[in-house]
């Protein structure tokens, strides 16, 4: 099955940027549509975005768009997560995960999960 590892991660100032990566090993990611969900302690995981395996369109939480991109490089097995004009609420773990068939939104339709990487905002 494939394996997803999470990086670049850390501290940034409200309004700062970060790039997140995801590292799949053991599959190809072009069989997989993928995507990425966060957790704020305390909190339900929610959705962020996913990128399609065949078309590669992509979908965002709502309040997302605009300032998150998601993309893929299938050459490199790699996901990426662009975080632009971040805020303070933006906090937490992020998550990584695939799926081989898109049922939608909810974090139950991603069998495969990364450890998360955690992103922290500060005001």
């Known amino acids: 099955q494939v394996q997803l590892v999470e990086s670049g991660g850390g501290l940034v100032q409200a309004g700062g940027s970060l790039r997140l990566s995801c590292a799949a090993s053991?599959?190809?990611?072009?069989?997989?549509?993928m995507g990425w969900f966060r957790q704020a302690p305390g909190k339900e995981r929610e959705f962020v975005a996913v990128?399609?395996?065949?078309?590669?369109?992509?979908f965002y939480a709502d309040s997302l768009k605009g300032r998150f991109t998601i993309a893929r490089d299938n050459a490199k097995n790699t996901v990426y997560l662009q975080m632009n004009s971040l805020k303070p609420d933006d906090t937490g773990v992020y998550y990584c995960?695939?799926?081989?068939?898109?049922?939608?939104?909810?974090?139950?339709?991603?069998?495969?999960w990364g450890q998360g990487t955690q992103v922290t905002v500060s005001s």
């Open positions: 995960v695939a799926a081989l068939n898109y049922s939608g939104r909810q974090s139950a339709n991603y069998p495969y």
């Open positions: 053991g599959r190809a990611i072009s069989g997989y549509h």
């Open positions: 990128i399609r395996k065949m078309s590669a369109v992509t």
